[in-house]
């Protein structure tokens, strides 16, 4: 028999290639289609062209077509059915086949589907002959090496779009144009676009259906927001999230299952098909979730979500919203999906396995960039998933499965790399160096003994609520701190440590009944001291006031908001 891999590569650079929503959100459609509707209505066409039933799979509706899938109880082995589906995600897709020929039609089918439909999008497919009598989480290694070999030997998608002798360039991507295109509701004149932006418009209807779909199965008279002019308040956000060490586990998937199952390829394959079905089941249903704290006052439609989601699949999440509810809104999301993994039986059963019997469930981090609405979206997805690889640092100091996010409020526009934003935040004296935040922060609720340890105690996510109330109006519209006072202390925090603290130490007995020794670290101080990440012989220094201050406007809505 023979195993085929389909996957996509460099999907963020083809998703957020231009600064256009409609774009972005068709890139996301195509992706999700290349693993899904384009692999299984392929292995339809191969099969009936070599006079074999159609498996009839597909359904524009995904809980359809993933029930199907769970049902599908052809087994390539056992019955000799041509094609047995494993996987089918968004951008990815594993099918075990009878003949090589059969496999071969099959890639060729999927490649040139989406050279039609996709032009840009980098999509390769590779087999490799498999022997029952080899364990088939070692093929499932194998054919993923070959397609890392295969993959690598390709020329990029850029290669296919020549500029020379000349041409006329797209007026969105800077590719070589193809067409002129109205852009749908506005009176401008058509403009050139490449056959790569074409291709991202003209799924844009079907792919808003899809999402709403997703959102009707649990509230069927909404939809959600077809472009940010839907979305109220002064600051956008865009929310990207990601599962933790799932690649790995997937890898690793022989390791993790039952014991008795390593002798069965067919108990792995039906646990691997389960696992991958539920992995999504559970991260829309976390997003669902996540819906509920939106405040009513967000709502500029009674029946539309105020939120543009762009990417739904598999473990990961990309929206923008209204950066007013985006830090509650991504915690949210974060704590469903740890509990809705850890009700799952199968993906229960194989997380107790990954970590203990006491943290059976699967973690995700975040990362948050509020903005104002006209910064350039591309840049503000950058700086997003910066932050979320920044709240993937919790993997490194804490074993048990950690849910994390990290965030950052852009006021200054001249600096929007996370790299060069937190540089401007290190300090450094003749002592020790110190920093002006403590971010990232934990969503998780942790066992005991991690909550004692100070970089673990620093960082939860209840801390930071309580100092940033303290920074909010009472019922009487003062605030608790004086805004005067504090804008002061945050000054004095970039003339060092010790400067910070001497003015903190003149204040504090005058606002303590106000709660100001909420922002201490060490004793009588704004600051912590923690070892030296990989380092324990030294120590830094770090203060959350900055976080404090920075997500006081933004934790308002603390309790659940409208219920749809």
Same mark, same amino acid.
């Given at each position: 028999?023979?195993?085929?891999?389909?996957?996509?590569?460099?999907?963020?650079?083809?998703?957020?290639?231009?600064?256009?929503? =409609?774009?972005?959100?068709?890139?996301?459609?195509?992706?999700?289609?290349?693993?899904?509707?384009?692999?299984?209505?392929?292995?339809?066409?191969?099969?009936?062209?070599?006079?074999?039933?159609?498996?009839?799979?597909?359904?524009?509706?995904?809980?359809?077509?993933?029930?199907?899938?769970?049902?599908?109880?052809?087994?390539?082995?056992?019955?000799?059915?041509?094609?047995?589906?494993?996987?089918?995600?968004?951008?990815?897709?594993?099918?075990?086949?009878?003949?090589?020929?059969?496999?071969?039609?099959?890639?060729?089918?999927?490649?040139?589907?989406?050279? =039609?439909?996709?032009?840009?999008?980098?999509?390769?497919?590779?087999?490799?002959?498999?022997?029952?009598?080899?364990?088939?989480?070692?093929?499932?290694?194998?054919?993923?090496?070959?397609?890392?070999?295969?993959?690598?030997?390709?020329?990029?998608?850029?290669?296919?779009?020549?500029?020379?002798?000349?041409?006329?360039?797209?007026?969105?991507?800077?590719?070589?144009?193809?067409?002129?295109?109205?852009?749908?509701?506005?009176?401008?004149?058509?403009?050139?676009?490449?056959?790569?932006?074409?291709?991202?418009?003209?799924?844009?209807?079907?792919?808003?259906?899809? !999402?709403?779909?997703?959102?009707?199965?649990?509230?069927?008279?909404?939809?959600?927001?077809?472009?940010?002019?839907?979305?109220?308040?002064?600051?956008?956000?865009?929310?990207?999230?990601?599962?933790?060490?799932?690649?790995?586990?997937?890898?690793?998937?022989?390791?993790?299952?039952?014991?008795?199952?390593?002798?069965?390829?067919?108990?792995?394959?039906?646990?691997?098909?389960?696992?991958?079905?539920?992995?999504?089941?559970?991260?829309?249903?976390?997003?669902?979730?996540?819906?509920?704290?939106?405040?009513?006052?967000?709502?500029?439609?009674?029946?539309?979500?105020?939120?543009?989601?762009?990417?739904?699949?598999?473990?990961?999440?990309?929206?923008?919203?209204?950066?007013?509810?985006?830090?509650?809104?991504?915690?949210?999301?974060?704590?469903?999906?740890?509990?809705?993994?850890?009700?799952?039986?199968?993906?229960?059963?194989?997380?107790?396995?990954?970590?203990?019997?006491?943290?059976?469930?699967?973690?995700?981090?975040?990362?948050?960039?509020?903005?104002?609405?006209?910064?350039?979206?591309?840049?503000?997805?950058?700086?997003?998933?910066?932050?979320?690889?920044?709240?993937?640092?919790?993997?490194?100091?804490?074993?048990?499965?950690?849910?994390?996010?990290?965030?950052?409020?852009?006021?200054?526009?001249?600096?929007?790399?996370?790299?060069?934003?937190?540089?401007?935040?290190?300090?450094?004296?003749?002592?020790?160096?110190?920093?002006?935040?403590?971010?990232?922060?934990?969503?998780?609720?942790?066992?005991?003994?991690?909550?004692?340890?100070?970089?673990?105690?620093?960082?939860?996510?209840?801390?930071?609520?309580?100092?940033?109330?303290?920074?909010?109006?009472?019922?009487?519209?003062?605030?608790?701190?004086?805004?005067?006072?504090?804008?002061? !202390?945050?000054?004095? !925090?970039?003339?060092?440590?010790?400067?910070?603290?001497?003015?903190?130490?003149?204040?504090?007995?005058?606002?303590?009944?106000?709660?100001?020794?909420?922002?201490?670290?060490?004793?009588?101080?704004?600051?912590?001291?923690?070892?030296?990440?990989?380092?324990?012989?030294?120590?830094?220094?770090?203060?959350?006031?900055?976080?404090?201050?920075?997500?006081?406007?933004?934790?308002?809505?603390?309790?659940?908001?409208?219920?749809?």
């Amino acid at each position: 028999m023979y195993l085929a891999l389909l996957e996509t590569a460099g999907n963020q650079r083809y998703i957020f290639a231009t600064n256009k929503l =409609r774009e972005n959100v068709g890139a996301s459609e195509l992706t999700y289609r290349a693993g899904t509707q384009w692999v299984l209505e392929s292995v339809d066409t191969v099969l009936k062209r070599n006079g074999h039933t159609p498996l009839a799979l597909w359904d524009t509706e995904a809980q359809v077509f993933r029930d199907r899938l769970r049902q599908h109880g052809h087994r390539c082995a056992e019955i000799r059915q041509p094609v047995e589906v494993v996987v089918v995600t968004s951008g990815k897709a594993i099918l075990l086949i009878q003949a090589e020929k059969i496999a071969q039609d099959i890639i060729r089918e999927v490649t040139a589907h989406a050279l =039609r439909e996709a032009p840009g999008l980098d999509l390769c497919g590779c087999y490799i002959e498999w022997k029952d009598s080899t364990p088939i989480g070692d093929a499932l290694r194998m054919v993923h090496h070959r397609y890392e070999v295969a993959h690598s030997g390709l020329p990029g998608p850029v290669m296919r779009f020549m500029r020379l002798p000349f041409f006329a360039e797209c007026a969105t991507s800077g590719l070589p144009a193809n067409t002129l295109q109205h852009i749908e509701g506005q009176d401008n004149p058509p403009r050139r676009v490449s056959a790569t932006v074409s291709s991202k418009r003209d799924v844009v209807k079907p792919a808003r259906t899809r !999402l709403d779909r997703v959102l009707r199965r649990v509230y069927p008279d909404f939809t959600f927001a077809d472009n940010i002019d839907n979305l109220t308040g002064d600051w956008h956000a865009i929310i990207h999230a990601d599962g933790n060490g799932l690649g790995q586990l997937f890898l690793k998937f022989d390791e993790y299952i039952n014991q008795n199952a390593l002798e069965l390829n067919r108990e792995y394959l039906s646990t691997y098909r389960e696992f991958s079905i539920a992995l999504e089941e559970c991260t829309e249903a976390a997003f669902m979730h996540a819906l509920h704290v939106i405040p009513e006052e967000a709502y500029r439609q009674e029946t539309t979500v105020p939120l543009v989601p762009l990417v739904l699949g598999g473990d990961d999440l990309t929206v923008i919203c209204d950066g007013k509810y985006a830090l509650n809104f991504a915690r949210a999301f974060l704590q469903a999906f740890e509990r809705f993994t850890g009700e799952h039986t199968v993906i229960r059963a194989i997380a107790a396995q990954v970590s203990s019997e006491d943290t059976p469930y699967l973690s995700s981090c975040a990362g948050v960039a509020i903005i104002k609405p006209n910064f350039p979206f591309f840049t503000a997805y950058d700086l997003a998933e910066d932050l979320l690889h920044s709240a993937k640092i919790v993997k490194n100091e804490i074993v048990v499965p950690c849910s994390a996010l990290d965030f950052h409020v852009l006021h200054d526009s001249s600096v929007v790399t996370l790299s060069s934003i937190r540089a401007h935040l290190q300090l450094q004296d003749a002592s020790a160096s110190s920093s002006l935040y403590t971010r990232p922060y934990i969503i998780s609720d942790l066992p005991p003994d991690d909550l004692e340890r100070i970089w673990v105690e620093r960082r939860t996510w209840g801390l930071l609520v309580d100092r940033a109330k303290k920074l909010r109006h009472e019922e009487d519209g003062r605030r608790q701190l004086p805004t005067s006072q504090m804008h002061m !202390l945050r000054a004095g !925090l970039f003339d060092g440590r010790l400067e910070s603290d001497a003015l903190y130490a003149a204040m504090a007995h005058r606002y303590e009944k106000q709660g100001i020794r909420a922002f201490e670290g060490d004793a009588g101080s704004l600051f912590h001291r923690e070892p030296v990440p990989g380092d324990v012989q030294k120590v830094e220094y770090a203060t959350g006031l900055l976080d404090a201050m920075d997500a006081a406007d933004f934790l308002t809505h603390t309790a659940e908001g409208r219920p749809l």
